[in-house]
């Protein structure tokens, strides 16, 4: 569907994340919209107390279904440039685990293909997140979208 020749940004890292440096990426004088999403560690999961959160990716295979997530959203959607940075390790309380900016000509294509995004990275997407929780346990969590999970 985009006839926009645009770029894809694809990032793992132990690095924190920049909401800045994705829209920056992002950013074009003939796109009227960034739309994006920041998912962020909370304190709580099911009454216990998160201390924070640890990454792990099966790497190569991560970058390719990511990579292929950009090439449905352009032929979905008439987008831009879009953004999808991970973050792997430990994610401390409030930062942020996964940014996804992408521009796009108007509004609505963007905000759609960044739900579609996130939701089809937490489906088909091989990255793994480990709760610890202030008890001193830790809980390995499947992401009820995963395709994979029974």
């Known amino acids: 569907m985009s006839t926009v020749q645009g ?13 800045e440096e994705l829209t920056t990426l992002v950013t074009s004088p003939t796109s009227g919209a960034i739309s994006v999403f920041i ?5 709580n999961f099911d009454g216990k107390k998160v201390m924070r959160l640890e990454y792990e990716a099966y790497e190569t295979m991560a970058e390719t279904e990511l990579r292929k997530i950009c090439g449905q959203i352009r032929e ?8 999808v940075f991970h973050r792997l390790g430990c994610v401390p309380i409030t930062e942020s685990s996964v940014i996804i900016a992408i521009s796009s000509p108007h509004r609505r294509d963007g905000l759609d293909a ?4 996130i939701d089809t990275l937490k489906a088909t997407v091989p990255i793994w997140k480990k709760e610890l929780y202030e008890e001193g346990e830790a809980s390995w969590k499947e992401n009820k979208e995963c395709s994979w999970s029974t």
Do not use: F, P
């Open 7 to 19: 770029k894809d940004h694809i990032k793992l890292t132990s690095d924190q994340l920049s909401v």
């Open 76 to 83: 979905r959607w008439e987008v831009e440039n879009i953004a």
């Open 39 to 43: 998912g962020t560690t909370r304190n």
């Open 114 to 117: 960044v739900r579609y995004a």
